[in-house]
């Protein structure tokens, strides 16, 4: 065969002529790349066994050193803030595990242990963070630092005392937060007037509004207030209110008739007759009343009817002058001369005191009466006297000052008039409304005194 054939003897032919093997150069070249290359493919196995035991070595001893870094790792137990929590450390003290932990203590953080102090197997380190509280007590804030964590453990840290009237602006069972404000209102003692009654009452109000709410006071349009609602309470000013009440009452009244005189020449001068009694009207008034604190404080008339219209009372005055006697003669002895004089002038002191003593148709009235103000015509406050006999008068008849004899109620002064107060009427002041209606309407004698 022609060609190139090789022979596992390690000859070959080159073309039909065989040569041998140590002959030929080819033969050599090749047998020197089989023997390198099969060194080298046993060079990179061997290192390659080399390098996978030195990594199965290197992991080996990893994993020993970590198992026993672990199992030399001491157990303590830590709580901070309280939440507890296991921890394996190699810290050697408590600082040391607070920083692995990244703990950061503060001056004012609770911690059960010191820092310097070493850490053992089985330690339990507890750890709270203290927080910042403002207290507002009364007028004056101050800040705290507290690891307490309620409002009530914190008052009994801060050795605050809570009187049973002084308000809190948290419950105690409420939880301290970092940078809370708790507020505490002092109280005091407050005097409240209302009305008639008076008592003490504590209060953490500031203004006189806000103590009104408190103990449910409320005010009608008319009451007063004092001081206003919005000043500031003072323990040493007392809070007054002023009841006024306003009402509107109709009440039916007898309406006084007057009295009319009329001349008479058939009657004796001084002398007088009744020629028509007279009646009472009747009117409806309607009054509108004040009232402070209960009590009446001045009423005045708002309106008014006549259901009845009154009777004029006639009186008939006598003009008729008396018969006079003619002088007895010269003749008549000294002593009918004597005796005819002193029977002349009682005659005329006899006449001049019947013209002083009148027939007067009489009434009573109180200085609280309708429409009065409780000051005469001339100035008596009766008000301040109410048992003070004055009478009230028709001037033309009885001048004001008169002193005067009433039949019935003694000796009084002429000082006040009266709308219905003409001619013989008079009306006699009383204390009291009783009085006035028991003495009623009637015919008295009037004897002028000076």
């Not at 003692?189 to 709410?213: C, M």
């Amino acid at each position: 065969m022609k060609g190139v054939s090789v022979r596992q003897t390690g000859s070959f032919f080159l073309g039909s002529s065989l040569v041998d093997g140590d002959e030929c150069p080819y033969y050599n070249l090749t047998q020197s790349f089989s023997k390198e290359g099969r060194l080298t493919k046993v060079k990179s196995i061997f290192t390659s066994k080399l390098l996978w035991m030195s990594v199965v070595s290197t992991v080996t001893i990893a994993f020993i050193s970590i198992v026993v870094f672990h199992s030399t790792k001491t157990s303590v137990q830590v709580s901070a803030n309280g939440e507890k929590e296991l921890v394996r450390t190699h810290a050697d003290t408590v600082a040391e595990l607070l920083n692995e932990l990244n703990i950061e203590t503060g001056d004012h953080d609770e911690l059960s242990h010191s820092l310097s102090d070493s850490v053992e197997y089985g330690m339990d380190i507890e750890y709270n963070q203290a927080k910042a509280v403002q207290v507002a007590d009364g007028e004056s804030t101050r800040e705290v630092y507290t690891t307490a964590s309620t409002v009530g453990e914190l008052m009994k840290e801060e050795g605050i005392d809570m009187k049973d009237h002084d308000e809190l602006s948290h419950k105690s069972s409420a939880s301290v937060e970092n940078d809370m404000t708790i507020s505490i209102d002092r109280a005091f003692q407050v005097t409240v007037k209302d009305g008639t009654q008076k008592e003490k009452v504590w209060t953490t109000a500031s203004t006189v509004d806000e103590l009104l709410k408190e103990e449910s006071i409320s005010l009608d349009g008319d009451d007063r207030l004092k001081p206003k609602a919005t000043a500031s309470l003072d323990p040493s000013t007392p809070v007054t209110i002023t009841r006024v009440e306003r009402v509107v009452k109709t009440k039916e009244e007898e309406m006084e008739y007057p009295t009319v005189t009329k001349q008479d020449g058939n009657l004796l001068e001084g002398k007088e007759k009744v020629v028509s009694a007279g009646s009472p009207g009747i009117v409806e008034r309607e009054y509108q009343i004040t009232k402070i604190n209960g009590k009446i404080e001045h009423r005045v008339i708002v309106g008014e009817t006549v259901k009845k219209e009154s009777q004029d009372r006639v009186v008939a005055v006598g003009t008729k002058e008396p018969k006079r006697q003619t002088a007895v003669a010269a003749a008549t002895t000294t002593n009918n001369s004597s005796s005819a004089s002193s029977s002349s002038a009682s005659s005329s002191a006899s006449s001049s005191s019947a013209s002083r003593t009148l027939q007067m148709e009489a009434t009573a009235y109180t200085a609280d009466c309708a429409g009065c103000s409780g000051i005469t015509a001339t100035g008596v406050n009766l008000n301040a006297n109410p048992n003070k006999k004055v009478v009230a008068v028709d001037p033309s008849v009885i001048p004001l000052g008169s002193r005067v004899w009433v039949e019935g109620y003694g000796t009084a002064v002429a000082a006040d008039t009266g709308g219905a107060i003409n001619g013989n009427r008079i009306d006699l002041h009383v204390p009291n409304k009783g009085e006035a209606f028991s003495f009623g309407r009637r015919s008295v004698e009037v004897k002028i005194l000076d």
